[in-house]
């Protein structure tokens, strides 16, 4: 396998080991630390498309739109929406100050509303990965 399969399945691979902790959190009530993991398993999911697009290593980014452009996928305007809020719960889930803020906020309702959009978030994007 050449370094840049590699590196896409690596994405894949460990994106998909994200997705099953943000379940995993969800199911023990850690909402906010379930949507930091959401946010996660679409980064590598995005960064392994960037892989399959650029045929370069991927970026060091957390800004899952951005991540979207470099892939040139076709997003819509709820899938932008989304990406941004989503992009949000990656500084509320490492940073102490923003983090304590975030765990304020997130209650069982506003995870799972989040994990369902990442999951039809996800499931699209596996889709783009049989496009290219």
Same mark, same amino acid.
């Given at each position: 396998m050449?370094?840049?399969?590699?590196?896409?399945?690596?994405?894949?691979?460990?994106? @998909?080991?994200?997705?099953?902790?943000?379940? @995993?959190?969800?199911?023990?009530?850690?909402?906010?630390?379930?949507?930091?993991f959401c946010?996660?398993?679409?980064?590598?999911?995005?960064? @392994?498309?960037?892989?399959? /697009?650029?045929?370069?290593?991927?970026?060091?980014?957390?800004?899952?739109?951005?991540l979207?452009?470099?892939?040139?996928?076709?997003?819509?305007?709820?899938?932008?929406?989304?990406?941004?809020?989503?992009?949000?719960?990656?500084?509320? @889930?490492?940073?102490?100050?923003?983090?304590?803020n975030?765990?304020?906020?997130?209650?069982?309702?506003?995870?799972? /509303?989040?994990?369902?959009?990442?999951?039809?978030?996800?499931?699209?994007?596996?889709?783009?990965?049989?496009?290219?």
């Amino acid at each position: 396998m050449n370094k840049i399969k590699q590196q896409i399945e690596y994405w894949k691979i460990s994106a @998909g080991r994200n997705w099953k902790t943000a379940l @995993g959190l969800f199911e023990l009530k850690h909402y906010d630390s379930c949507l930091f993991f959401c946010h996660l398993t679409i980064e590598k999911m995005l960064k @392994g498309l960037v892989v399959q /697009k650029t045929k370069n290593l991927a970026p060091y980014i957390h800004h899952l739109e951005k991540l979207a452009e470099l892939a040139e996928l076709k997003i819509t305007d709820e899938q932008r929406k989304n990406l941004r809020i989503i992009t949000r719960f990656n500084v509320s @889930g490492r940073y102490d100050d923003a983090k304590h803020n975030f765990y304020k906020i997130v209650n069982k309702l506003y995870a799972e /509303k989040y994990l369902k959009i990442s999951k039809d978030l996800i499931l699209w994007l596996k889709k783009q990965y049989q496009k290219n």
